[in-house]
């Protein structure tokens, strides 16, 4: 019997999309950690939260005064925290003074390395490519 694809009844199967990535650390092997992907609801809350940040930042870095370059360094880390905060949901394989990590306590009392590492890789998840800065 000939089949007709336009008359047929089946339903392709749905596209399966996963609202985080897995990414594992080269900063200390073992240990992986889960990002947020970007959405456009996402985005907009980054935006919101470091508009105000960048702009102050820029206007610090433009400055020759040694008090102004400490205030922008100061400012480039608070960054890299909300960075961190909002971008990470998970890590694995990774426990500070014995409890499981998590974004505050990478914060607080985690190896540096690490937190730099996952704020780079958000900030690379987060920049558009060619093709979507062309649209």
């Not at 306590?105 to 979507?132: F, H, N, Q, W, Y």
Request: proline share 4%; with cysteine.
């Amino acid at each position: 019997m000939m089949k007709f694809p336009l008359l047929s009844h089946k339903h392709p199967a749905p596209v399966l999309y996963a609202s985080e990535t897995t990414f594992e650390s080269t900063a200390l092997p073992g240990v992986k950690f889960v990002l947020h992907r970007m959405s456009a609801a996402r985005r907009l809350e980054l935006l919101s939260r470091m508009g105000e940040l960048a702009s102050q930042l820029e206007m610090l870095r433009a400055s020759d005064a040694l008090d102004d370059r400490v205030r922008a360094e100061a400012l480039r880390i608070c960054i890299d925290l909300e960075y961190l905060r909002w971008g990470l949901k998970e890590l694995r394989g990774v426990a500070i003074d014995g409890i499981p990590a998590e974004a505050e306590s990478l914060i607080e009392r985690g190896p540096e390395a690490l937190m730099k590492e996952i704020v780079d890789r958000i900030r690379a998840e987060c920049e558009l490519t060619g093709e979507e800065r062309k649209n």
